[in-house]
């Protein structure tokens, strides 16, 4: 059974898009996940798999019925189920020929409490912006390098 969040309580939602080459999904990242969700870090809403083989025909797969069901299934259990097929046919349409995406909505667990706490005391978060990882390196290798000098 799901675990029914509580809007007043629950932490900001993410929708990530994972993509990777070939058509074949493998559950390599799923040991990652769950650690990240046993751990409270997040708490995983929904998955789903997406593939786009080399004519351009896409498949839209939960996460139950693929091969490797297996290495997510202790992240299945407690999902809500939120993409629609509306929503993964657009994520399908962008993706390359010959590539495959998993599909990611998880809730920011370990943000639940200030935002809780910010929205208790009339407050509202009005804009958030991810870094993305790539510029974060670049400024981390820009620093180191200064301080070398």
Known sequence: MARILEPNTIGPVDI??????????TGDVAPALAELNDSGTVHIIDLAFISKDEAGTSTVLEVEDADVSDAFAALT???????????LDLMAADLEPGTSALVIVWENSWAARIGAAIRGSG?????????????????LEVLASESEE
């Open 123 to 139: 407050g509202s978060l009005k804009g958030m912006q991810r870094i993305p990882a790539e510029v974060v390196a670049a400024a």
């Open 16 to 25: 990530a898009l994972v993509v990777f080459d070939g058509t074949e999904f």
């Open 77 to 87: 259990g407690d999902q809500l189920d939120l993409l629609n097929d509306e929503d």
